[in-house]
């Protein structure tokens, strides 16, 4: 039995069956977007680690604004990606979900934070995908949320994970 955790249009994520003792099917949504389409497996003992800190990160109040004045989030997430004008260092501070495992890293996306507003930019990036989706080259979605709404997803995914691990909830 699958569990919905958010709204499919902004963030969400279903928590479906166990493949194995260590693997379980995750899907992600953002944007109306399905991230996990190219690999919706999970290692559950590292993705609930990674989702829980970044949980963790998201309820202190870390991210960083837009860093280009006048730039729309899309337009912001490409200068990002092509590097223009900016260090690696500098780049990173933007990611989301990159330490999440190969369930997500089919998708380059970002995260930026205006108080307790989010706004995240995706962009599938691999050959495979935009060859099935071609309408998806070169396009960067965008989806706005609040920080203690997606950060209760996260916090909600954990607890569920832990649960069917039978383990404590991590946080």
Not at 33 to 42: E, F, H, K, R
Not at 94 to 103: E, L, V
């Amino acid at each position: 039995m699958a569990v919905l955790l958010g709204d499919k249009h902004r963030f969400a994520v279903e928590v479906g069956d166990w493949v194995d003792p260590a693997l379980r099917r995750v899907d992600l949504w953002a944007a109306d977007q399905w991230l996990t389409c190219d690999d919706n497996l999970a290692y559950v003992k590292q993705f609930r680690r990674a989702v829980a800190g970044t949980a963790v990160w998201v309820r202190s109040g870390h991210g960083s604004p837009l860093p280009f004045a006048g730039l729309s989030p899309a337009a912001t997430h490409r200068r990002l990606s092509t590097g223009i004008g900016d260090c690696e260092e500098d780049y990173e501070q933007f990611w989301i979900f990159n330490r999440w495992g190969p369930t997500t890293d089919n998708v380059q996306a970002f995260l930026f934070r205006d108080g307790d507003h989010l706004v995240i930019t995706l962009q599938f990036w691999r050959e495979g995908h935009l060859v099935k989706h071609p309408e998806h080259a070169g396009m960067v979605f965008a989806v706005e949320i609040q920080a203690a709404q997606f950060a209760g997803i996260l916090e909600d995914l954990v607890a569920v994970l832990a649960h069917g691990e039978g383990l404590p909830v991590i946080m």
